[in-house]
Structure formats: C-alpha cells, structure tokens
C-alpha cells in the first residue's frame, strides 16, 4: 500500500492571498498612483466604514460557503458510507459480481507488524503529528504524514470465505487502537486484527473462476468498518443530516437579514 503525507493545499493559499494583499498594501502606501489598481485601492481608503460593513456581512457568508464546500467535497469515506447506506448485505456464497457489501470475520494470512505498539495485525491506518501549543498553552496537533498498509485478507460469514485484495482500502470509523506521544510528536494507529466482525464495501471480481473482492473502478471505493460502529452510524446519521441541513437554513436566514 502507499503512503500519504499532508498538503495543507488549502492553508497555503489563503495565506499566499494573505501575504499578497499585505505586500500590496505596502507598496501602495509608498508608491500610490504608480501602482496598478491604484483607483480602487483609493476608493476602497475613502469608504472604508461602507467596506467595511459590507465585509462584516460577507465574511460569515463566505466562511459558510468555504465549510459547505469541506463538508461536501467527496472522498472515498462518504463514498463508502453513501454506499453502505444503500447496498444490501450479501452473503458470501452468492456474492454476484459488481459492486457488493459484505459481512463477516476477518482472517489473517500474512500478519504485518504495526508501528506504534508493534502489534500484529492484517493492516493499519498510521499517522504522525507535531506537537504544539496555543497561547493558552493547550496542545495542539498538525499532520505531517499519514500512511496505510494492509496485506491481502480473507472474510468469513455462515455461507463461505472470500478473499480480499486490499490495494487503496480505507479503514472507515474506526477509532485509534494505540496512541504514543515523543520527542515533540504524536504516534496513532489504526488495526484491523484476525477476528474482527467487520463490513466492507468493494467490488466482487473472479478469477480463474475464483471470487475476490477489490477495489471499485467506477466508484473509486473500497472500504471497511466495524459492525458496530455502522449500526450506530446509520442510526444517528439522518439526525445529523437534518441537525446540519437546520443550522443552514438558519444562517442564510441570519445573512439575509444583516443584508436587508
């Protein structure tokens, strides 16, 4: 399996936005009318306090059309979970090919160990964050690499076995299993053992007439979880969704009254 590592893409460019405003401004203070753009720059010096309520009003705007975009940008978690809410639960004898869930144990065939607690494991979610602190002096933690490994694995249900090739799999609400913190940096990991009952969503191939289970092609999804933790997902996800879809109809009507 790869490896990941951060790139805060996001955070450079509103401070690359940052940087160039400020440069800008700079220089306008000491070059004026020969700097280009300079009528608006004027316009903007003469109203301030008319600018300045309108930024008042199109900040949280903004800042709500910047966390909409986060929370509905795809990734192969949502993916997964949109799938899961939809797909039924096949057996693995009659598993049919295409996109599929399953459920069952998970069994072992060639243990890795894990980094942090050196555990044996059929895979793992790792990561490594810097260890800082606010002007509280509360911790606080950035990513600097992130990393998953899973060697091939086999599922078990009452109706039969099926392998799976864990190439780009995502190991999805699932909590960490070991944490360790030195030298300035914060170890997690993330196991999946021998035994675990665990569902996963992935597409069902053959071959040499054998069924296996990989990734999904089309969908770009496969992805495992805790039994449980699904069945606590799905009972409180459409709450969520509706505590989410509440709180955005009640901002927009807050804008809109700033605005009138």
Same mark, same amino acid.
């Given at each position: 399996?790869?490896?990941?590592?951060?790139?805060?893409?996001?955070?450079?460019?509103?401070?690359?936005?940052?940087?160039?405003?400020?440069?800008?401004?700079?220089?306008?203070?000491?070059?004026?009318? +020969?700097?280009p753009l300079?009528?608006?720059?004027?316009?903007?010096?003469?109203?301030?306090?008319?600018?300045?309520?309108?930024?008042?009003?199109?900040?949280? #705007? #903004?800042?709500?059309?910047?966390?909409?975009?986060?929370?509905?940008?795809?990734?192969?978690?949502?993916?997964?979970?949109?799938?899961?809410?939809? #797909?039924?639960?096949?057996?693995?004898?009659?598993?049919?090919?295409?996109?599929?869930?399953?459920?069952?144990? #998970?069994?072992?065939?060639?243990?890795?160990?894990?980094?942090? +607690?050196?555990?044996?494991?059929?895979?793992?979610?790792?990561?490594?964050?810097?260890?800082?602190?606010?002007?509280?002096?509360?911790?606080?933690?950035?990513? !600097?690499?992130?990393?998953?490994?899973?060697?091939?694995?086999?599922?078990?249900?009452?109706?039969?076995? !099926?392998?799976?090739?864990?190439?780009? !799999?995502?190991?999805?609400?699932?909590?960490?299993?070991?944490?360790?913190?030195?030298?300035?940096?914060?170890? +997690?990991?993330?196991?999946i053992k021998?035994? =675990? +009952?665990?569902?996963?969503?992935?597409?069902?191939?053959?071959?040499?007439?054998?069924?296996?289970?990989?990734?999904?092609?089309y969908y770009?999804?496969?992805?495992?979880?805790?039994?449980?933790?699904?069945?606590?997902?799905?009972?409180? =996800?459409?709450?969520?969704?509706?505590?989410?879809?509440?709180?955005?109809?009640?901002?927009?009507?807050? !804008?809109?009254?700033?605005?009138?």
């Open positions: 399996m790869g490896i990941k590592k951060e790139r805060p893409y996001i955070a450079y460019i509103i401070l690359g936005i940052i940087a160039v405003c400020f440069i800008y401004f700079i220089l306008w203070v000491i070059f004026k009318d +020969k700097m300079h009528e608006y720059a004027y316009e903007i010096a003469n109203n301030y306090d008319s600018y300045a309520e309108k930024a008042i009003i199109l900040i949280p #705007l #903004l800042f709500f059309i910047f966390i909409f975009i986060i929370v509905m940008k795809p990734n192969a978690a949502k993916r997964f979970l949109r799938l899961q809410s939809s #797909l039924p639960t096949s057996k693995i004898h009659s598993v049919a090919k295409g996109v599929v869930e399953i459920e069952g144990s #998970l069994i072992m065939k060639n243990p890795l160990s894990s980094p942090v +607690k050196n555990e044996e494991c059929i895979g793992y979610y790792y990561t490594i964050e810097n260890i800082g602190r606010d002007s509280d002096g509360k911790e606080t933690y950035s990513t !600097i690499h992130r990393e998953t490994q899973c060697n091939i694995f086999q599922m078990k249900d009452d109706t039969g076995i !099926i392998e799976v090739e864990p190439e780009g !799999i995502e190991l999805v609400l699932l909590g960490e299993t070991n944490i360790s913190s030195h030298g300035g940096k914060r170890y +997690k990991e993330t196991l021998d035994g =675990q +009952k665990m569902l996963l969503v992935g597409y069902a191939d053959s071959k040499n007439g054998t069924p296996f289970i990989r990734k999904d092609d770009k999804v496969l992805g495992i979880t805790s039994s449980s933790g699904i069945s606590v997902w799905n009972k409180y =996800q459409p709450l969520l969704r509706s505590f989410m879809f509440t709180c955005s109809i009640i901002l927009l009507i807050i !804008i809109y009254i700033l605005i009138q």
